[in-house]
């Protein structure tokens, strides 16, 4: 296996030019920001852009959980390819991420200088610093899983032909806005959150009251939620309870862009339907 490296800053276009560059030197896999991709598919990891924190992010891209490092070795070990393409801020960052994944150290490296001018390094620098979007070289659908709430565009990066069988081929890439930017902090209060979760409890057949909502943050944009409802009885309490908790996860992850590590459901009580009533008197 031959491993290639693709070095620069970041916010300089590393991830825009990384299809197109593996795509020419006929890498089947991107590793890139704690992701390997192939293709149109990601297969194992996690996004470091995704991470809350700066410091996160970097743990996340230099790979420094276990089991994240074991989840992307298994991949790569199942889609044994010839060549892969690392991208990393520095020459040691590459290294650092080889030597985590036990792939062997880069047999090329590559600055972002030799793929790009100054005058479109110059322009990424910009996009990012003011409007702070990052490019993920992966299909909108596959990146939607892994940015749940978050508003992701498709970019379409045109790949040069190969042979001569004439055909243009074109790649999808992502770009995401997180919801952190230059324009400050967003901030989305608890009550705000107990109101999405407890309309979307309220929305589902069998919930009679949403009752008490808690909001627990986690960290920072990763929250638990805990739900103290009263349901209706006749219902099965425990497809209920189910329903309750996919129902919270999506609404509060597609409004406000938060990730929601859990959903507890303690039932506090029975709401006796009129006719079930009816029924006990007879």
């Known amino acids: 296996m031959q491993t290639i ?4 800053p970041s916010g300089t276009g590393k991830s825009h030019r990384a299809a197109g560059i593996a795509h020419q030197l006929g890498a089947q896999a991107i590793i890139d920001d704690g992701l390997l991709i192939q293709g149109n598919r990601i297969l194992a990891g996690s996004s470091a852009k995704r991470q809350p924190t700066r410091i996160g992010a ?3 891209a230099i790979f420094l959980e276990e ?11 199942e889609l044994a390819p010839v060549k892969i393409l690392i991208l990393g801020t520095s020459k040691e960052m590459v290294l650092k991420i080889a030597s985590r994944l036990g792939l062997p150290q880069p047999s090329k490296f590559l600055n972002i200088e030799d793929v790009a001018s ?38 379409q990066v045109f790949l040069k032909k190969r042979g001569t069988s004439g055909k243009k081929d074109w790649l999808e890439q992502s770009i995401i806005r997180p919801t952190f930017t ?36 986690v960290q920072e944009g990763i929250v638990t939620i805990d739900i103290a409802p009263v349901l209706t ?48 008197t007879v």
């Open 118 to 155: 100054e005058k479109e390094i110059r322009k990424a620098k910009y996009i990012r610093t003011h409007f702070s979007k990052h490019v993920i070289p992966a299909p909108t659908l596959e990146v939607k899983k892994s940015f749940p709430g978050t508003l992701v565009d498709p970019l």
């Open 67 to 77: 089991d994240k490092v074991n989840e992307i070795k298994k991949a790569i070990s």
């Open 182 to 217: 230059f324009h400050g902090k967003l901030s989305i209060s608890n009550h705000a959150l107990e109101a999405i979760a407890g309309y979307a409890a309220g929305s589902i057949d069998g919930v009679n009251q949403p009752g008490k909502i808690n909001i627990h943050v």
């Open 58 to 60: 970097i743990k996340s």
């Open 233 to 280: 009885y006749g219902y099965p309490l425990h497809i209920i309870a189910a329903e309750i908790q996919k129902r919270i996860i999506v609404a509060v992850e597609e409004m406000t862009g938060l990730q929601v590590q859990m959903v507890n459901v303690q039932v506090k009580g029975l709401s006796l339907d009129k006719k079930f009533v009816s029924k006990a």
């Open 5 to 8: 490296a693709l070095v620069g």
